[in-house]
Structures are given as C-alpha cells and as structure tokens.
C-alpha cells in the first residue's frame, strides 16, 4: 500500500452545524481557537464578532479565522454551510489576516461548495492517501481565499483610533485570557481610562468591553466543565478563580446553573 502518513493534527471538514454541536455556547460567546476556521455561508444569515468589530454575514460568505483570533458566531435559524479546520502547524497556505470575503461570482461559490463537500467525502472514506488528499484539496481552497483577498478586497484604509483600540482589546483577551487581567487593568495596558474602552468597544462591537472579557471566561468554563471530567474546584483553579465557591457564583450568575448541573445537563 503507498505511504500515507497519519499527521496527529489533521484538516477537519464539517457541516456548520457540527461547530456548536454541543450547544449554541461554542459559537455564540466570544472566544479564539488553537485551529484556523474557515466557515463558508450557502444560505441563511448571521452576526459575526471579528476584528474587533460585529458586522452581519449572509449567503455566499466566508469567513476566515486565523487561529488565536478573538470571534463570535450568531448563526441566524435555517443558516447552513460548512467548516474547515487547519492545525496552525499546517504549511497550506492561508490568508495571514482575518477574513470576511463576499463571493458574488456563482463560480466561485461552486468552487468553494464542491471543494469542501470532496473534502467530506475524503474524510468520510478513509481510501488510501486520503490524508495528502485532504492537505491538497485544503491547499486548493486556501488558494481561491487568496484569489478572492486580492480581487475583492481593497487595500485597507487607515483604521480610526476607535478600531484600533477595539481591534487591540480584542486581541489582549485573546492573549492573557488564562490570566486574572481585569477589564480596568486592560484598560491601563491600552493607555485609555475603563469608561473610554467601555464606550469603543460597545460602538464597535454592541457589547460592553467586560462582557467580552466574562464571554471569554464562560466559554472556557463551559469547555472545562463539558468536555472534560476535571473536579470543579480544579476547573475554578485552572481559570485563576479565587475559590470554587466564588466560581460557583459566577457560573450560576451567567448561566442560572450550577457548574455541576450545566455539566450533567450537557451529558442528558
């Protein structure tokens, strides 16, 4: 049989559906992902948290993610499309900056749409060499991005300071998120006062600059406490909480549920 090494870290492809499979939390609170994410839109509608903006997505839509990249996913009701996930190791290439790409050109979209469903149907298989297969479709597709960048979009022009700030806060959540850094403290890093960075990042993004921070700390929790058997009081010392009675009370208060009963309720 040919060689056909099994890398640890493989392309993952998905319908759009599979990225919250566990609940709307996985997409909905702002977080940042060790993969980069592609998510190609076919139909339906959205909000997506990127850049340190919110904007709305619709049909024909990719949306690229590179991975440590602070985002959030609203998918809108009857929203489909499908997913692909790159280990940051992986060598194809990809976009080197966040990306909302409007594909109005109905072969392109073929493109994109036929590329990842022969993906799936790699993955699926499992026929021999499948692995390279994927890693050359994955390259094809990181190809038409890159196509798409330089055709459609513009040089960017000068952010305004208020984008810039809001782009750089978004940014140290993802960077020091495993660090008890509170939103003043950001703040101070930044150079602006906590009441200038509340008043940015809610123009920029429609939520204040500390919900960001606490949806970045629930949605860690909510990984901890749903995709892993760790006791809670290790969970609340692995998240920099002083105690777990006082993680207890910030789970309940976010959630109206104990870390106990959102685990057994996401295993029902």
Known sequence: M????????????????????SGPW??????DRDRHLLVWITRGQGRVLLNGARRGFSSHNALFIPAGNLFALDVGRGTLGQVMLVP??????????????????PTEQASLTSLLEVMRREQSKNEALW???????????????????????P?????????????????????????????ADHATALGVTATHLTRVVKAETGT?????????QLYAAHRLLIESDMPIQNVAAELNFRSAAY???????????TPSALRKQSRT
Request: hydrophobic letters at 35%; aromatic letters at 6%.
């Open 208 to 216: 204040t600059a500390a919900s960001l921070l606490t949806e970045r």
């Open 247 to 257: 993680f207890t009370r910030f789970i309940t208060m976010h959630t109206k549920r």
């Open 155 to 183: 040089q960017p022009a000068r952010r305004s300071a208020a984008k810039r700030l809001s782009l750089a806060y978004c940014s140290r959540i993802s960077q020091f998120h495993r660090e008890n850094i509170s939103m």
């Open 131 to 153: 692995h390279r297969a994927m890693q050359a479709y994955g390259e094809l597709v990181g190809i038409l991005l890159q196509r798409q960048t330089s055709r459609i979009t």
């Open 2 to 21: 040919p060689y056909d090494p099994s890398p640890i870290d493989e392309i993952e492809v998905m319908p759009l559906s599979g990225l919250y499979s």
């Open 26 to 31: 996985q997409t909905e609170l702002a977080h």
């Open 88 to 105: 940051a190791s992986n060598a194809i290439s990809l976009p080197h900056q966040a990306q909302h790409l409007r594909i109005s050109d």
